[in-house]
């Protein structure tokens, strides 16, 4: 089985990145770490660079976990590209992090998330970062 983890370089990604690990060792599973952007750093926020994709790899498999790193830049459809990335390499489960909403913000969830909740084959587990308050 594979885990298929949306990853971006904030506290919602290493969330799912975490739980994403947890999974792995649970099920005797791999993952695919994809992050996936407009363009750089200076383009878009959710750009992992090497140095981060790096760090992200070598907490995986000091955990024993395999990974395989996929970077795609997209025009802007994030879910797209999970969904894309998902039926391609057969996954059995995409893990996505999700950020804190506003109470008006927690009408809709972001588009990205919805859709992929909506639109999977596959089961999918949304996680929130962990929060002081």
Do not use: C, F, H, W
Request: proline share 4%; net charge negative.
């Amino acid at each position: 089985m594979k885990i298929l983890v949306g990853y971006v370089p904030t506290p919602e990604g290493e969330a799912a990145l975490t739980v994403a690990a947890a999974e792995a060792e649970l099920r005797g599973a791999s993952v695919l770490l994809l992050n996936t952007s407009r363009g750089d750093a200076y383009i878009d926020a959710r750009y992992a660079n090497a140095e981060e994709l790096a760090a992200a790899e070598a907490r995986l498999r000091e955990l024993g976990v395999e990974v395989t790193i996929q970077q795609a830049v997209s025009s802007g459809d994030v879910a797209g590209e999970l969904l894309k990335a998902a039926a391609a390499e057969e996954v059995g489960l995409i893990v996505l992090g999700l950020r804190r909403r506003s109470p008006v913000g927690k009408l809709i969830l972001g588009s990205t998330a919805q859709r992929v909740l909506l639109e999977s084959p596959v089961p999918v587990l949304a996680v929130k970062a962990q929060t002081t308050d």
